[in-house]
């Protein structure tokens, strides 16, 4: 089945941590399934050369420079539009993996910040916007590990559980309304950045991540779903899409070639 053109009301999708991996993916991914497509992160310099390169192959791309923690910053940035079609709730990340008894409060309300209360933020902020383009879509990309737990991940697991329930919840209140509610949880994606920030850039921890794994999730593996996703008829809504590489089958239990 062929994806559906988005309508003219709801051709603006907005994606948020667009700076690199699973979001810059995604906004090259809707904007050639003909989105406009509004690319935030905080690192204005790699959001307005992403513009520029999805601009130069044809499509429509606008960059906003954007912390998804500041909630002045979000009302702001959501006045600049009468109507959107789609939120994609990106911007997150880990930080360290150290066990509960030793896991730093700081880094773990930086994740909570990031991955929960940052979607929060965009979504109250554009939730009208989506009502109004009668045809809205709020995406929300958890992960695996709001799904389950695993050792050494108590921060981010905590987090992406409480984004996997925010899109749960989300969709029992707003049941009714012109606006779908997707979560799409990855398990191991290999990006340029995700192990090596949740390593304080140290090469060799992210590099061990997927040692021996012959081919885990890439971005565009991810993206490809979000847009799928996406593109879907209007009354067909996917609640909850988990992927794994073929390799992992569940958060604790990968196959590593050795």
Not at 152 to 162: D, E, F, L, M, S
Not at 173 to 184: D, L
């Amino acid at each position: 089945m062929a994806p559906a053109a988005p309508s003219a009301a709801s051709r603006i999708a907005v994606v948020t941590g667009a700076s690199s991996g699973i979001g810059a993916a995604t906004a090259r991914r809707l904007a050639e399934a003909g989105y406009r497509v509004v690319l935030t992160a905080r690192r204005k310099d790699r959001i307005e050369a992403l513009a520029e390169e999805i601009t130069a192959a044809g499509h429509h791309a606008t960059a906003y420079a954007l912390d998804v923690t500041d909630r002045t910053a979000v009302d702001e940035f959501a006045t600049a539009f009468k109507t959107i079609g789609v939120l994609v709730n990106n911007a997150g990340g880990a930080l360290g993996a150290d066990p509960v008894a030793t896991g730093d409060p700081a880094d773990w309300r930086t994740m909570y910040e990031t991955n929960v209360i940052g979607t929060l933020n965009l979504t109250q902020a554009l939730l009208p916007k989506l009502d109004a383009s009668g045809d809205g879509t709020i995406v929300v990309v958890s992960s695996t590990a709001g799904h389950s737990t695993y050792e050494g991940g108590g921060g981010y697991v905590a987090a992406k559980h409480g984004a996997h329930v925010l899109a749960e919840t989300l969709r029992l209140e707003i049941v009714g309304r012109p606006v779908r509610v997707i979560e799409i949880a990855p398990g191991m994606v290999k990006t340029d950045e995700f192990a090596l920030t949740r390593f304080a850039g140290d090469k060799e921890k992210a590099e061990k991540v997927y040692q021996g794994v012959a081919e885990p999730l890439t971005a565009d593996d991810v993206a490809d779903t979000i847009t799928w996703t996406i593109t879907r008829p209007s009354h067909v809504n996917v609640d909850l899409l988990v992927l794994r590489p073929r390799a992992q089958a569940s958060n604790t239990k990968v196959h590593r070639e050795l």
